[in-house]
Nanobody, 120 residues
């Protein structure tokens, strides 16, 4: 069973930065694309950043230029560097497989996520 453990969230002021980590176990990590998702109160979950097995990245327009996704295959870990945070970034952030480029992959069970709160 795949386990996803997100960490790194917290309370920051507008303009601040956070770095999120997602530790993956129980999966052949390297061959999959991975992504960061977020869910704000009262809204649906959305994909904000993805990275393929070859290192190609994509971002939602709302975070482009501010967020950077990366991966360390040796550590089975996905990262999300978040800069210039604003209140609209407040959400619970989750990692999971990114199915954007392949229908053959299955999402893992969602982890607990990590809360990011941007407030002055």
């Amino acid at each position: 069973q795949v386990q996803l453990v997100e960490s790194g969230g917290g309370l920051v002021q507008p303009g601040g930065s956070l770095r999120l980590s997602c530790a993956v176990s129980g999966s052949i990590f390297r061959i999959y694309a991975w992504g960061w998702y977020r869910q704000a109160p009262g809204k649906q979950r959305e994909l904000v950043a993805g990275i393929t097995g070859g290192g190609s990245t994509n971002y939602a327009d709302s975070v482009k230029g501010r967020f950077t996704i990366s991966r360390d295959n040796a550590k089975n870990t996905v990262y999300l560097q978040m800069n210039s945070l604003n209140t609209e970034d407040t959400a619970v952030y989750y990692c999971n497989r990114d199915r954007s480029s392949s229908r053959a992959v299955a999402l893992a069970a969602w982890g607990q996520g990590t809360q990011v709160t941007v407030s002055s």
